[in-house]
């Protein structure tokens, strides 16, 4: 089992930054990726960010070149840094981690509580 933890969220305005945080805690072995993913009202949920534990990473077309992730092993935390945010980032951003015990069993994923982010114009 892995429990995820979100900070940071708060209400900005269009151009400004944020910093997400995410600790996780549990079988922090068995993940072998992380990430975040945002919810808008009215809108399925969408990836916004990864990384896998060996620190490749992927992003949104719509947020590459603005949004940074990152990780601290030793703390066991990942951070989404979002800079020059739009309104249109405005939704509830939830931690994401993948797990796998054997590569003969399919990964769960698991997610945070999720944390509000919302950018004014």
């Known amino acids: 089992q892995v429990q995820l933890v979100e900070s940071g969220g708060g209400l900005v305005q269009a151009g400004g930054s944020l910093r997400l945080s995410c600790i996780a805690s549990?079988?922090?072995?068995?993940?072998?990726?992380m990430g975040w993913y945002r919810q808008a009202p009215e809108k399925q949920r969408e990836m916004v960010a990864d990384i896998t534990s060996g620190g490749s990473t992927n992003y949104a077309d719509s947020v590459k070149g603005r949004f940074t992730i990152s990780r601290d092993n030793a703390k066991n935390t990942v951070y989404l840094q979002m800079n020059i945010l739009k309104p249109e980032d405005t939704a509830v951003y939830y931690c994401?981690?993948?797990?796998?015990?054997?590569?003969?069993?399919?990964?769960?994923?698991?997610w945070g509580q999720g944390t509000q982010v919302s950018v004014s114009s």
């Open positions: 549990g079988s922090i072995s068995s993940i072998n990726a």
């Open positions: 994401n981690a993948v797990t796998r015990t054997s590569v003969y069993l399919p990964s769960r994923n698991y």
